[in-house]
T-cell receptor, first 109, second 113 residues
């Protein structure tokens, strides 16, 4: 059974700091996705990671994938308040997409 | 406007009633999906569709029915609503394959009393 675990589930941090969100999954997977959700809003795609060692960056967010460790990370550099949101990773295998429970990120000004 | 829309945005109903949530996309995407989002569970896939007249079960299909007679529409019906179906429902679409990036609608908040 494919399981996806994110940690931490809640994170409060100061502006300007760096931090990493972790996404572990239980079985081999074809792709890993990162989404962002603002409070009361829908989900927005951030990254799709397709292969081992893949790294993608946009602005202050950088995502990486280690398929051997079954681990993806979402790194936040010099956080700003606008990045406050809930971040989800999701993994697909055999026509099933399983989402993690999300990491609620609160960045203090 | 182009994109993916859901209606209604908010719905309150009673246990045992039938409810249909609508989803419409203007991109001609092949795949469409229904998710529910509950606190503590993240998003869970209910049903998906690869094309008109092709649907398949996701992780939590019980109590739900879908149809897809046209590419652009993918309604979700709760045949006899239960309190456990109180949730936020998101529709999504992806262009060609199951594993493409998915584009999400704004969501429908459903409360079953």
């Amino acid at each position: 059974e494919l399981k996806v675990e994110q940690n931490p589930l809640f994170l409060s941090m100061q502006e300007g700091k760096n931090y990493t969100i972790y996404c572990n999954y239980s079985t081999t997977s074809d792709r890993l996705y990162w989404y962002r959700q603002d409070p009361g809003k829908s989900l927005e795609s951030l990254f799709v990671l397709l292969s081992n060692g893949a790294v993608k960056q946009e602005g202050r967010l950088m995502a990486s994938l280690d398929t051997k460790a079954r681990l993806s990370t979402l790194h936040i550099t010099a956080a700003v308040h606008d990045l406050s949101a809930t971040y989800f990773c999701a993994v697909d295998r055999d026509d099933k997409i399983i989402f993690g429970k999300g990491t609620r990120l609160h960045i203090l000004p | 406007d182009a994109g993916i829309t859901q209606s209604p945005r908010y719905k309150i109903t009673e246990t045992g009633r039938q409810v249909t949530l609508m989803c419409h996309q203007t991109w001609s995407h092949s795949y469409m999906f229904w998710y529910r989002q509950d606190l503590g569970h993240g998003l869970r896939l209910i049903y998906y569709s690869a094309a008109a007249d092709i649907t398949d079960k996701g992780e939590v299909p019980d109590g739900y029915v879908v149809s897809r007679s046209k590419t652009e529409n993918f309604p979700l019906t709760l045949e006899s609503a239960t309190r456990s179906q109180t949730s936020v429902y998101f529709c999504a679409s992806s262009p060609v394959s199951f594993t493409d990036t998915q584009y999400f609608g704004p969501g429908t908040r459903l409360t079953v009393l």
